[in-house]
Nanobody
Framework: QVQLVESGGGLVQAGGSLRLSCAAS????????MGWFRQAPGKEREFVAA????????YYTDSVKGRFTISRGNAKNTVYLQMNSLKPEDTAVYYC????????????????WGQGTQVTVSS
């Protein structure tokens, strides 16, 4: 089983940028689709972005298209989420997860999860 640890969250003003990282343990990292989700207080966990095993394909939720970029470095067993032009509504705990099915946006189709990293965007 892959273990995931997120980092890079913090407090940023609206319009600012953050880069989240998710470090994975285990030799099978490069075979997984990887995804990012977020959960705001009182809301359900929602899909943000995902990337296929070799980084050649990715997809995003509409609200972050053009602002967020997902990437991965298989040599470093790490997946990244570059977040630009941040908005207060991006405030949430961000989680990375291993995907069981490329193309899915449902949490049930993602297996291992990290503990999350808090992102707070002030207005």
């Amino acid at each position: 089983q892959v273990q995931l640890v997120e980092s890079g969250g913090g407090l940023v003003q609206a319009g600012g940028s953050l880069r989240l990282s998710c470090a994975a343990s285990g030799r099978t990292f490069s075979s997984y689709t990887m995804g990012w989700f977020r959960q705001a207080p009182g809301k359900e966990r929602e899909f943000v972005a995902a990337i296929n095993w070799n980084g050649g394909s990715s997809y995003y939720t509409d609200s972050v298209k053009g602002r967020f970029t997902i990437s991965r470095g298989n040599a470093k067993n790490t997946v990244y989420l570059q977040m630009n032009s941040l908005k207060p509504e991006d405030t949430a705990v961000y989680y990375c997860a291993t995907g069981l099915m490329f193309g899915s946006r449902w949490p049930r189709d993602f297996g291992s999860w990290g503990q999350g990293t808090q992102v707070t965007v002030s207005s």
